[in-house]
């Protein structure tokens, strides 16, 4: 058996070893672990009693995985976004930081008891966090991937029952507008959407690729659902409404194109947190 330890001792061996693996954030990563094994928050980690024998050798197998470039988010079983702390593993894509900036964008637009509408939902990230921030607005969450939808059931009832409705379906299905109606009780006051965009056989990090590939790919330049995404919010939406959608970096050009085909209005690009193209903002056709 593993012997126990001091959170310092371990901290340090973990992160040597994150390194050595090529981990982005090897001390932070090693940090989450030892919180997570120790259930303690991460701040208080200086703090911490030693580990057991038990909890070291349970440290030791999440940082061989994590070394093995696992995500973090599917060891410790939750991703943090926007004060939320979402249930995630594999199956389901793990909410990113820069996705924030777009939720926060569309959070200043809701107006109280707004309605709105998450197309793509994954784990709910977006939904649940802009239904539970703003007053009295509930949202309908759609997405259409079996595993993603476990995750998404899970999340809204633990964090945003009462607000937030599920709809299993593809966000191009002719039947959504009326579905989405109906329990919305009329239009979308605001629309996002972080949709599959990564163009058909690009690298990505280990992480990333364990994602799901439907959460990912989108075509060969990756626009493919973008393009046919302008259509169905100008049918679910007020006119004029705010919306919000994440794109590739290399894909603003194309997102505004396929947006003023499709009417929208007042376009505008968004940077992301590295500073890369990341969400195009407009409003629905008038
Ligand atoms: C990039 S993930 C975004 C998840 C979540 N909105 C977030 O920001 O963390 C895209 C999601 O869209 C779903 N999806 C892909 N194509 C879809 C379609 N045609 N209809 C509904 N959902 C779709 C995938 O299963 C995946 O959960």
Not at 32 to 45: I, M, N, S
Not at 220 to 231: A, F, K, M
Not at 249 to 266: S, Y
Request: hydrophobic share 45%.
């Amino acid at each position: 058996m593993t012997a126990g330890g001091r959170p310092t001792r371990l901290l340090a061996d973990a992160a040597a070893r994150l390194a050595d693996a090529d981990v982005p954030s090897p001390r932070v990563d090693a940090e989450l672990l030892l919180a997570y094994v120790l259930g303690v928050h991460r701040g208080r980690l200086a703090a911490a009693d030693d580990a057991t024998a038990e909890q070291a050798a349970e440290y030791a197998a999440l940082v061989d995985r994590r070394s093995a470039r696992e995500p973090l988010q599917h060891l410790t079983g939750r991703a943090p976004f926007g004060g939320l702390e979402l249930r995630v593993g594999p199956g389901v894509f793990v909410p990113r930081p820069e996705t924030e900036l777009l939720a926060e964008w569309a959070r200043r637009r809701t107006p109280d008891g707004g309605r709105i509408v998450d197309l793509c939902a994954g784990s709910g990230a977006l939904a649940i966090q802009l239904a539970t921030t703003v007053s009295g607005a509930t949202a309908v969450a759609v997405e259409r991937g079996q595993e993603a939808l476990k995750y998404l059931h899970a999340n809204v009832s633990e964090l945003g029952a009462g607000r937030v409705q599920v709809i299993a379906a593809d966000v191009t299905e002719p039947g959504l507008p009326a579905r989405i109606a109906d329990l919305l009780g009329g239009r979308a006051d605001v629309v996002v959407c972080n949709p599959p965009y990564v163009p058909d056989g690009a690298a990505l990090a280990p992480e990333a690729a364990a994602d799901p590939v439907e959460a990912l790919f989108s075509g060969p330049d990756g626009l493919d659902l973008i393009r046919e995404i302008g259509p169905v919010i100008a049918a679910i939406a007020v006119p004029g409404a705010p919306v919000a959608v994440e794109h590739d970096d290399a894909n603003a050009d194309g997102v505004m194109t396929a947006l003023t085909a499709a009417g929208f209005t007042g376009l505008r690009r968004h940077l992301d947190l590295a500073g890369r193209p990341r969400f195009v903002t407009g409003n629905t056709p008038r």
